[in-house]
């Protein structure tokens, strides 16, 4: 595929810039000192209005590259003059739905020219290529792992989900179960029933994996859309497992990177 920009072969914590359809775009990557001759490679996505280094610094990833001697590569994204699902107004975001398109929507040909450059310049193991993402990134997280299946083994996402309603927005379901059964089980759940929202999950094979992490009172993505999430998975033959925060909000861990590679080291594509 096209693209220009290159990563560096040395250890350390650089901001590189790669162009794809005809715009520079920025992407933070991490290269831990101690890594194999084929390191695993794992994709972060930072939340609404934020970027690479977010994402890096507040999820705890030099700690888990680090120990785990995985490379990180932490795109940012890019500023939208309209909303969508997640978005009442223009902001800067990841572009999922309803453009998934893998040769026209910007964000996925960067992450696939990410893939291909990772792996020339630092020998990243195919086998071994992750997603994980935080609010509006665990939306783009979920979405990079569905369409690109064949390539990515697992995603990770916090405070993210599967929405079945017109925007993220319509559901302020809050609770405070320790589990998914235990919330569905409380007053306020929403009846929502559109459109799989930022993806449709697909069926059969490749399989699925999906680490998700949710507060139980977070105010702007509900607890709900995971457990939709899960419920999904579940029906269709995919992999997942939730951890559940009672009492939290919109927080993202910052052990979440690390919660995520447990959930990601023995998994394979």
């Known amino acids: 595929m096209a693209y220009s920009g290159s990563f560096p072969t040395t250890a350390g914590r650089f901001t590189v810039t790669m162009t794809v359809l005809g715009e520079a775009r920025s992407v933070l990557v991490y290269v831990p000192r101690t890594r194999s001759a084929n390191p695993p490679l794992v994709l972060a996505f930072h939340g609404t209005n934020g970027d690479g280094d977010v ?21 940012t994204s890019r500023w939208f003059g309209r909303g969508d699902f997640d978005h009442a107004d223009a902001d800067t975001y990841w572009e999922t739905a309803p453009n998934l398109d893998l040769e026209r ?53 916090s405070s993210a989900g599967l929405v079945r309603c017109a925007r993220t927005a319509s559901c302020a379901f809050q609770g405070s179960g320790g589990t998914c059964a235990a919330l569905r089980g409380a007053g306020g759940w929403c009846a929502c029933a559109g459109p799989e929202l930022p993806v449709p999950i697909p069926s059969g094979e490749p399989r699925l994996a999906v680490y998700m992490a949710h507060g139980t009172e977070d105010p702007m993505v509900s607890v709900q859309y995971s457990c939709a999430l899960e419920e999904r998975l579940a ?31 023995p998994r394979r594509r």
């Not at 994402?55 to 590569?73: L, N, Q, Y």
């Open 105 to 157: 929507n910007q964000d996925l040909v960067l992450v696939r020219a990410i893939l291909v450059e990772a792996r020339r310049a630092l020998r990243t193991d195919p086998a071994r290529v992750y997603a994980l993402g935080h609010s509006n990134g665990g939306f783009f997280a979920l979405t990079v792992g569905a369409l690109l299946r064949d390539r990515v083994a697992a995603v990770a996402t």
């Open 55 to 75: 994402i890096f610094d507040d999820s705890g990833a030099r700690a888990m590259a680090d120990a785990a001697g995985v490379v990180i590569a932490a795109p």
């Open 235 to 265: 029906a269709l033959g995919h992999a997942s497992s939730v951890v559940l925060r009672p009492g939290d909000g919109h927080t993202l861990p910052s052990t979440f990177a690390q919660d995520a590679w447990a959930f990601f080291a």
